[in-house]
């Protein structure tokens, strides 16, 4: 059997190495930091996530979906909160079954390295900073507290998150490696509501709660203990921004002015506001994402996306899925099977990439609007309508497999032909009523 060295036990590294140790292959997972039961997992990323249709169904496959989603708190749509206070509540789906869960990032990633630990062929080395790689032949260099170390199988596997090392190995050693990174021009930083006295959440637990103020926003997740983790997005640069808020007395000013009905329950705000990093948001694209049957790469390591679909951890584990049914297709030829697994996802994380930049927009402005909630109406009206006929974007990227790219180009056609039905209804009804003031 092959033996795999996977540099970073995140969320798609413990889950990869879950399905490769099932497979019965020799797996050696390294990671920089510390054994997440010693508390040292999360590191400025975000403390909860929406994990929906696809990454569930990735746990699924290996049996571990109801251990991980077991304090998972489902949310059944979005709590748009107004400046003025007001709620409007937006359901994601017709059926009310479907709901993204807010799952824990430490809890999902100790449940994932455990499951990959139950297979004794599977052997997780924490504390080992992969510094390069020798792409070919398959040598991963690491640093360690007690000096430097080296780690050799048939194949390295980069799940080494957003600024990977495997990645930047593979740009210096292969001519036509294609790189492009661009960062938004806004930052997040996390800050905290805490549970109520008696331990229950302060506002609605089961929804996904928005605060759209146009060019930036904030949102909160439900947390299992009561409290909520909020996200500011907001401009790095500029007269109101990160850079410009610098004494408690702009912090409170600006919550007072944008998010009033926050306030009173954000306790720690100023303590939060000072002392939380401010995280940027990059979108990564290369290729090609393998070299030989010797390296390849999966999850953010591959394709960083901004975080507004929801869906960089659910592509993931996606990844982590195609690469398995690949390497099981093309078990006698690992290169055409890592050739295989870019094929069939890297369409689909192009697209994911531009979907989260649009749906960005649409979170921070659109939501707010009326026009935004009577298309929304309209799409949960169709699909009542035309069951499996007309399924609305977001329907289509978060509760089903429809490939990202193939979503994407059925939700254009699906919008154009809506559009035209409109206006042909409009210029039929203009027209009966000229012709009826012709009559009189
Ligand atoms: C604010 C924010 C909110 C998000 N919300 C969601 C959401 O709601 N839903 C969703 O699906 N996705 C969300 N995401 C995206 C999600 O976090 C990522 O897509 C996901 O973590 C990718 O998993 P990964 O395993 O590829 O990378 P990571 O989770 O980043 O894991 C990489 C691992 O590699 C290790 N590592 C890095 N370099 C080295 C090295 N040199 N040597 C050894 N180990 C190394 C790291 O320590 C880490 O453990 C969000 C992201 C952000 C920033």
């Not at 993931?316 to 050739?339: G, I, K, Q, T």
Request: net charge negative.
């Amino acid at each position: 059997m092959a033996k795999f060295v996977l540099i970073g036990s995140g969320l798609a590294g413990g889950l990869l190495a879950a399905y490769l140790g099932r497979r019965g292959y020799e797996v050696d997972l390294y990671e920089r930091r510390a054994e997440p039961r010693e508390g040292n997992i999360v590191g400025g990323r975000s403390i909860n996530l929406a994990i929906s249709t696809r990454g569930i169904h990735a746990l699924e496959q290996i049996d571990i979906a109801d251990e991980a989603l077991r304090h998972a708190i489902p949310m059944r749509g979005r709590m748009i909160h107004d400046r003025f206070g007001g709620l409007h509540f937006s359901p994601y789906d017709v059926d009310p079954k479907k709901c993204i869960n807010s799952i824990g990032r430490a809890a999902l990633n100790t449940t994932v390295i455990e499951a990959a630990q139950r297979y004794s062929n599977v052997h997780v080395h924490f504390n080992h900073k992969c510094t390069d790689v020798d792409i070919d032949p398959a040598v991963a260099h690491l640093e360690t507290a007690n000096g430097a170390v080296t780690a050799t199988g048939d194949a390295v596997i980069g799940v080494d998150g957003a600024f990977s090392a495997v990645r930047k190995s593979m740009q210096n050693a292969i001519a036509e490696f294609q790189y492009d990174e661009s960062y938004l021009p806004h930052g997040y930083k996390e800050l905290t509501i805490p549970p109520g006295p008696d331990g229950s959440w302060r506002m609605e637990k089961n929804a996904l709660h928005i605060w759209p103020r146009k060019s930036f926003m904030m949102i909160a997740l439900p947390n299992p203990d009561g409290s909520f983790t909020c996200t500011l997005f907001w401009e790095f640069e500029g007269p109101r921004s990160f850079a410009t808020t610098k004494t408690d007395g702009d912090v409170r000013r600006f919550f007072g002015e944008e998010f009033p009905d926050a306030v009173p329950l954000m306790p720690t705000l100023l303590d939060d506001f000072r002392n939380n990093p401010t995280g940027s948001l990059v979108t990564i694209r290369c290729e090609p994402w393998f070299y030989r049957d010797k390296v390849c790469l999966v999850g953010d390591a591959a394709h960083a996306v901004v975080p507004f679909y929801g869906q960089g951890m659910n592509a993931a584990f996606e990844d982590c899925v195609v690469l398995d049914e690949c390497l099981e297709e093309f078990r006698e030829n690992r290169e055409h099977a890592f050739a295989e697994y870019f094929r069939r996802r890297k369409e689909n994380a192009d697209a994911l990439a531009d979907l989260a930049i649009g749906n960005f927009i649409e979170m921070r402005d659109k939501t707010a609007s009326k026009t935004f909630r009577a298309k929304k109406k309209l799409d949960r009206a169709l699909e009542a309508a035309l069951p499996g006929i007309y399924l609305p974007l977001y329907t289509m990227v978060t509760f089903t497999h429809m490939p990202y790219a193939a979503a994407a180009k059925r939700a254009r056609v699906q919008d154009s032909l809506v559009y035209a039905t409109v206006f042909a209804l409009a210029g039929i009804s203009v027209g009966a009523i000229l012709w009826f003031l012709c009559m009189l």
